[in-house]
């Protein structure tokens, strides 16, 4: 199956591409929510519905915030199945049993089997391709947004005067720490969000070189600011956007990553003693994040739906667990 731009949706790295470096495409939809009175999208209970997949990074991104913001009664969310093949996302269907709120056929789009369905009603000449999460305008019938990076922001203010109190106050990107924020935003995504996809979907020695030895360079510098920050979060006391962005790729690391996108300098539970302590914090007392994390979905997507990586589709069982209790460390053998 190809993509309207004639590529196939599996071919993570073009194969004219003589480098075999992945590179990712843009978001294609980039509308905004906002409160200011002359937006087309205004935040409204209920208006907006919310696609992702439990076991996408950047997904988890926005379910991680929806529930930070206690947005879950504002903006209903429906998870696609793990399996992505040829013709992308699929639905649940309603005799499969998956875990996860919101694990259940489209209840907006009757009869429609996957996410590229919803595209295509919108806009019958897309030519992107069909990403989680997808941020959907019921009331216009159209995509608000498909840029994860976007939508977590939406989420952070512009629905503040529907919520208690309690959630207003919820400041993930303070004005004191944007600056810090920003700067760490760009070096983990591309080297470490980004770099396990450059490191797994490479084609050739040299990009998968390349892409691992910059993974593990920004992994140090994440563990170096870890050992000397007063945390217990990464910018000090108070969960910011940069816990949000780093958590979902570490907490997908040792599970998937180690093995599968042969990110194996080092994992994380014995190579990286301050992330370990940040991330275990995180799974295990923060609900938006613990809650969120859904290791069914994680582990069989990556492994069942990358058949260039995996022709035989199967799933180590390991690590066990996927995070080790907090007072739990490596056992030495």
Not at 174 to 196: F, H
Request: glycine content about 6%; overall charge neutral; charged content about 25%.
């Amino acid at each position: 199956m190809t993509s309207q731009s004639g590529s196939r949706i599996t071919d993570w790295v073009d194969p004219k591409d003589t480098s075999g470096e992945f590179k990712r495409g843009q978001s294609q939809f980039r509308n905004f929510i906002s409160r200011d009175s002359n937006s087309r999208f205004q935040p409204e209970k209920d208006r907006y519905h919310l696609y992702v997949s439990y076991a996408c990074p950047w997904a988890h991104r926005t379910l991680i915030v929806r529930k930070l913001k206690g947005l879950e009664e504002i903006i209903p969310i429906t998870c696609v199945h793990w399996h992505m093949l040829e013709k992308g996302w699929r639905f649940v269907t309603a005799d499969e049993n998956l875990p996860g709120e919101g694990a259940n056929p489209d209840p907006l789009h009757q009869g429609i089997t996957h996410l590229r369905n919803l595209y295509f009603d919108v806009d019958s000449e897309y030519k992107g391709r069909f990403t989680v999460p997808t941020l959907y305008d019921k009331k216009l019938g159209t995509i608000v947004s498909n840029e994860s990076s976007e939508i977590i922001r939406m989420f952070y203010t512009e629905f503040d005067d529907l919520l208690p109190e309690k959630y207003q106050q919820v400041n993930l990107f303070p004005a004191e720490l944007r600056k810090n924020i920003e700067e760490t935003n760009t070096w983990t995504y591309d080297n470490i969000n980004n770099g396990v996809y450059k490191s797994g979907f490479a084609t050739t020695q040299p990009a998968y070189e390349k892409a691992v030895t910059a993974l593990f360079e920004n992994l140090d510098r994440a563990e170096k600011h870890l050992e000397s920050a007063p945390g217990p979060f990464y910018y000090g006391k108070s969960i910011t956007e940069a816990d949000v962005r780093l958590y979902t790729t570490v907490v997908r690391f040792d599970p998937v990553y180690v093995q599968h996108f042969k990110c194996n300098i080092r994992d994380i539970r014995s190579g990286y003693p301050a992330l370990h302590k940040w991330l275990r914090n995180l799974y295990w007392n923060v609900p938006a994040f613990g809650d969120t994390t859904q290791f069914e979905h994680i582990k069989k997507h990556y492994t069942k739906s990358h058949h260039q990586i995996n022709p035989f589709s199967i799933t180590p069982l390991g690590p066990v667990p996927d995070v080790l209790a907090i007072d739990k460390e490596v056992r030495v053998v």
